[in-house]
């Protein structure tokens, strides 16, 4: 610990002036195989943590593969990535697993987050109703990313908020989880739309 000099002429121990960026938690939610592990993967400026595992016959009649021949492995934990907005503040990103049965950890990701992107495939909608009631009863700030996906008809996103039936103040942009550009839009705009969310101080 530093103590200030008693004699003023002499002068106070040298501070440290860089102060360390302000950490922001960001979930990326969403239903099987809409492209979480793949946005993390775009976006992040490290290696990103995944626990992806090879999907085996078990999943049969339980993970609805329509739409998702290519689909070999699947997330069974989370995914982690990192991207540096700026000196004071770097966004930190928790893929959450898709499937219903890993949904009881989406509890514990959930803590502390500071808000949540849900993306949705237009090819299978349906499957957006759980996350985004998930941070709607949680309070929890989410902004809508419709991942365009090549072979979807592509939708205009006031369809999908109507389809999805989201509130006019919640963000929807369209995206695409391959382009590390598009993600970081996205991810920014998340940020604006939670610090909005921020109580005015009295």
Known sequence: MGFAGSDPDVPAPA???????????????????VGKTTLVGAVSEIPPLT????????SEGVDDLSGLADKGTTTVALDFGRITVSDEVVLYLFGAPG????????????????GAVVLVDTRKLEDGFASVDFFERR????LVGINVFDDAYHYEVEEVREALTIPEDVPMVLCDARDRESCKQ???ALVRHAIDRLPVPA
């Open 51 to 58: 626990t992806e595992e090879e999907m085996t016959v078990a």
């Open 99 to 114: 499937q219903s049965r890993f949904w009881p950890l989406w509890n514990d990701l959930a803590l502390g987050a500071v």
């Open 186 to 188: 996205a991810l920014l």
């Open 15 to 33: 501070q440290d002036d860089a102060a360390a960026p302000m950490p922001v938690k960001l979930i990326v939610a969403g239903g099987f195989g």
């Open 139 to 142: 309070g929890i700030p989410f």
